[in-house]
């Protein structure tokens, strides 16, 4: 979307592609520089003391400092968008070599641990293309460079596999409707399905779409997404914010046709639009929990649904609305429970006047504890990289805030950033700071019951002995083998305890994934030698339920 200087009160968002002169940027729009710059220069924001989030840590059970800050939580996702639309995060660059492909993916999840973050949103169909061997769409070009070459591996199973080697929980992510960055259908391999149906597409400011107004077009689209969600061990399905497309200046959407064809009983367009959106919406969530009840579906909107000033239940923003722009009825999604979470790109600073964060997130979480939808935030972190964001506290601001609103409005259950090149590049430390101020232990990605609750045994915990690399701990999955864990969670308090509290989130030390066996082994190399440990492990399913603690081990 082309921010528009003659609308000073638009919030205009990025695409979730850049075009080529912006991919500096990342994926999301915003407020010119100038724009950025008066409202930066002209707001003086205080964040004030927030109570319940304020509160003094207890003492880091490794060096025994005692951090102030916020309290640690113990389940809250925290994760980062890896893109691959013109190659922004992974791979790099399109034509590097399977290896090459593979050991940037190893960085990214290196990253991912060197920052404490358990979830990673992957884009795997960028442009109606898979970044798997896909009976439905051509190879990405992406990859190779070329569309519809095979990289000589499978990408998505690589992807899934070695996140989960590190108990990080992986979300293929899919823009369901653009089909390419450029607005050629003879660029598209010839058995690309927009050439072998151009009746499904359309040109729109640059770019190919799927007519969201044919239910073909839909079929199609669902189809090519849930061939992944059956053959691979995926942990959610995402969507962004891509619906119908951003407008663009002196562009009309060219579904006029469609219209006179579908939109019988639709006194606009714009209510069938958002019609077939709602549809989409609510089929492939239906379709999804049909083929694996366990997966997560979640979308990442445009952050405001509707101004106040527009809608009585709209926020107290004056930006652009998702409702009327992309057509999408982000709320109504989350009030109908047709989504597992909600990741609204709130990519704006606290006190921002057009779209506040302290004003958007408190919204979103009350809309969402509506239905039980769970609600994480999508961060604006390329912001801090561009300077739009002057404060190098903004991003820790954002997260003690949303553990105000967790805590005395309704829950807000992570964060989200975009996008994974700008967590190692620290723009101003601001991760460094998250790190430091709320990510100093692990966490638990946050658990949905609503999907099910798997019967966990709680696990043995045979021993735990001192060794070179710091203290082994052994234990054995009690379960039968249909009800086996898929992961662990390890707490350990200093001393000789007769028990530990493994609600407080400063015992959890580590997660990690089940060998797949009976006995489980792990080594505790933050022990420090010389210092007493107690320590306990529980069960996890897939769903990050867990069990009741092992009875202690004691290490001297």
Do not use: C
Request: hydrophobic letters at 40%; a negative charge.
């Amino acid at each position: 979307m082309t921010h528009h200087p003659s609308d000073p009160t638009a919030v205009a968002p990025a695409p979730t592609t850049p075009s080529t002169e912006d991919t500096g940027l990342g994926r999301r729009g915003f407020l010119t520089l100038a724009t950025a710059g008066i409202a930066a220069s002209t707001l003086s924001v205080t964040i004030g003391s927030f109570s319940p989030a304020a509160a003094a840590a207890a003492p880091d059970p490794t060096t025994g400092a005692a951090p102030s800050g916020p309290v640690p939580r113990k389940r809250e996702l925290r994760a980062m968008w890896i893109s691959s639309v013109v190659n922004i995060d992974w791979p790099s660059a399109a034509g590097l070599s399977a290896e090459q492909q593979k050991a940037e993916y190893l960085h990214w999840l290196d990253v991912a641990e060197q920052y404490r973050l358990n979830a990673v949103f992957v884009q795997v169909r960028p442009t109606a293309d898979a970044f798997w061997p896909s009976p439905y769409e051509p190879w990405s070009q992406y990859l190779t460079g070329t569309q519809g070459k095979d990289p000589g591996y499978d990408p998505l199973a690589f992807v899934v596999e070695e996140s989960h080697k590190r108990n990080i929980e992986i979300h293929a992510w899919y823009n369901p409707y653009r089909v390419s960055m450029q607005a050629d259908p003879a660029q598209l391999v010839p058995e690309h399905p927009a050439r072998q149906h151009p009746e499904w597409v359309w040109a729109y400011g640059g770019k190919l779409y799927f007519d969201p107004g044919l239910p073909e077009a839909q079929e199609h689209i669902q189809r090519a997404i849930l061939h992944s969600v059956e053959n691979y061990d995926l942990d959610g399905v995402h969507f962004d914010d891509y619906f119908y497309p951003y407008a663009v200046a002196g562009q009309t959407i060219p579904d006029a046709q469609t219209y006179a064809t579908h939109g019988a009983g639709f006194a606009t367009v714009e209510d069938w639009r958002r019609h077939n959106v709602d549809t989409f919406v609510q089929s492939i969530s239906q379709r999804i929990k049909a083929t694996k009840p366990w997966v997560k579906f979640g979308i990442s909107p445009f952050g405001i649904w509707r101004n106040v000033s527009t809608d009585p239940r709209g926020s107290a923003t004056s930006g652009s609305q998702s409702y009327d722009m992309q057509f999408a009825d982000t709320r109504r999604w989350v009030t109908e429970g047709w989504l597992d979470y909600i990741n609204p790109q709130i990519y704006w600073q606290i006190g921002l006047a057009v779209a506040d964060y302290a004003q958007l997130v408190p919204w979103w979480a009350e809309v969402a504890a509506q239905s039980g939808t769970q609600l994480f935030v999508g961060e604006a972190l390329y912001k801090v990289t561009s300077g739009v964001f002057t404060d190098p506290a903004e991003m820790s601001n954002h997260l003690t805030f949303t553990q105000q609103v967790d805590a005395e409005v309704a829950p807000v259950l992570g964060n989200v950033y975009f996008s994974a090149k700008h967590v190692p590049a620290d723009p101003q430390g601001s991760m460094t700071r998250v790190l430091e101020e709320h990510y100093r232990h692990p966490a638990l990605v946050p658990a949905m019951p609503r999907l099910g609750v798997s019967p966990l045994r709680v696990p043995v915990l045979a021993n735990a002995r001192r060794v070179p690399e710091g203290v082994r701990l052994h234990w054995n999955d009690t379960g039968p083998q249909r009800t086996r864990a898929t992961a662990f969670a390890i707490y350990r308090v200093e001393g000789e305890a007769r028990r530990i509290d493994i609600e407080d989130a400063a015992n959890l030390v580590a997660t990690v994934r089940t060998s797949g066996h009976v006995v489980q082994d792990w080594v505790d190399e933050t022990a420090l030698t010389g210092r007493r440990y107690t320590y306990v492990v529980t069960a996890l399913d897939r769903l990050w339920n867990e069990s009741r603690p092992s009875q202690v081990r004691r290490v001297v």
